[in-house]
């Protein structure tokens, strides 16, 4: 039954269509071919019942029957609206004849034009239902007139005839054909309309599920860009402190140099052991600066991602040693207050960039306030362990930020030194709240007064 009645149209509403025309032509083939079998087994059993009429009768009912299969065979082959119109006009002709035979008002061929606009509408369209629905009025009212001047004359022999149950049973197969094509069109429009829905829930659920995946997917190549931007940031800043670092370099190996030279002289020339042993002694002190200071410089511009247990303490002393120069130039002493020393497990390297990025901020914040030669700023650090958290404040007495500015100064790429771009290119306070925050699941804050300096707090868990 599933391959007789589906449609072979493409479009849904076509489709609809198609599957209702369907349905009507095999089940009206269905009851003809009840009828002609039971009058064919009538004409068997009963032979000497059997007339012209009913002959007649049998012929009719085979040539409907094969009327109703062309148009099925029409509809399958792909013209179900051409079958569609045959359909419709068939039956209007019915009720024509019907009429203009019996009277305009014979109660059948009323139901049947009802029937008729039912079906323009559902197997067609709505304005065809409209256009047909004219010619029914139109139809009525010329051939009523034409019977009214009895230029037609109707057999009204039924006006003056009972109601038998064979009218009850037409009329009733009348409304039938109607409630069944409006079930069936209905139901269709109910699937429709519930393919629709879950077509509709399917897609809210991909659209849901498609907006999670693009800003997941931002989320990671915002923190993959951050990420290359952080390190290329480190070699920037290594590159603008080079000359700094350059000349704290040279300081212990010149000492390391003049005190292996003196060595050498003193035991060629005096012979004096322990005055030798003095200057190995000095050198060896240079030295060790020396690795030191190169230990910090690669920690600064070594690879992320290592988690282990390290000394807050050693790994901020070891930033102050690399900005003790451009502190020096800057006439800015850095002052480090700190208590025992704070071990706590992280990695170290993304530590000690918040450090350098925290102090240089403090140190360029005297850049044009420091106009006297004997004016000294301070950049204070003060690293302070509590019951479950650890706290450490960079604080400075500097131009401070301006309160429009507060909210932003944590935001990519805003810088309040504009001026000078070569001290800001806004990344470093980003990079900082996102090490702290990622990396360490602390917090970090901000408090600052214009012309009178700010404080940097950046909180993170013990553990």
Not at 272 to 281: E, G
């Amino acid at each position: 039954m599933k391959t007789i009645l589906h449609p072979r149209s493409e479009s849904e509403d076509s489709q609809r269509k198609e599957f209702i025309l369907n349905v009507l032509l095999v089940s009206s083939m269905a009851i003809f071919s009840v009828a002609i079998t039971i009058n064919l087994i009538i004409a068997i059993i009963r032979p000497d019942s059997t007339n012209q009429s009913s002959h007649l009768s049998v012929m009719v009912l085979v040539v409907i029957f094969t009327l109703l299969a062309a148009l099925y065979g029409i509809s399958r082959k792909g013209f179900f609206k051409v079958s569609a119109f045959i359909l419709v006009t068939i039956f209007f002709s019915f009720a024509f004849l019907m009429g203009y035979r019996w009277g305009v008002d014979v109660a059948a061929s009323l139901l049947i034009y009802m029937l008729v606009i039912v079906m323009a509408g559902i197997l067609i369209n709505t304005r065809f239902a409209f256009i047909v629905t004219g010619i029914v009025a139109a139809t009525l009212l010329v051939v009523g007139e034409l019977q009214t001047m009895n230029i037609v004359v109707a057999d009204t022999f039924w006006r003056t005839q009972p109601w038998y149950h064979s009218d009850s049973v037409m009329t009733g197969f009348i409304f039938l054909g109607v409630a069944t094509v409006s079930w069936l069109s209905n139901r269709e429009i109910e699937r429709s309309l519930a393919r629709a829905h879950r077509s509709e829930a399917t897609l809210r659920a991909e659209r849901d599920t498609l907006e999670v995946i693009v800003e997941e997917r931002t989320r990671e190549l915002k923190e993959t860009q951050l990420e290359k931007i952080s390190q290329l940031y480190s070699f920037a800043e290594f590159g603008r402190l080079s000359s700094g670092l350059f000349h704290d370099l040279m300081n212990p190996l010149t000492a390391v140099s003049l005190n292996v030279e003196r060595a050498k002289e003193t035991e060629q020339t005096l012979g004096d052991i322990s005055r030798v042993q003095h200057y190995l002694d000095q050198a060896f002190v240079a030295a060790k600066r020396m690795e030191r200071f190169i230990t910090a410089i690669r920690t600064q511009i070594g690879k992320h991602g290592e988690k282990k247990q390290f000394s807050l303490t050693e790994e901020t002393s070891q930033v102050l040693d690399i900005l003790s120069y451009k502190a020096h130039v800057a006439k800015v002493e850095l002052v480090f207050r700190r208590g025992a020393e704070i071990v706590i497990v992280g990695d170290a390297v993304r530590w000690s960039q918040v450090m350098l990025n925290l102090i240089t901020n403090g140190i360029d914040a005297y850049d044009g306030k420091n106009d006297e030669a004997t004016s000294v700023g301070s950049v204070v650090i003060t690293l302070k362990e509590h019951a479950h958290t650890i706290t450490c404040t960079v604080s400075d007495n500097g131009v401070g930020i301006p309160e429009k500015d507060i909210d932003n100064i944590f935001a990519p790429f805003f810088t309040t030194k504009p001026s000078q771009p070569t001290k800001g290119t806004g990344i470093g306070l980003s990079i900082v709240k996102t090490i702290i925050e990622k990396d360490f699941n602390g917090t970090v804050a901000v408090a600052s007064t214009a012309s009178s300096g700010t404080t940097f707090t950046v909180t993170v868990p013990k553990h």
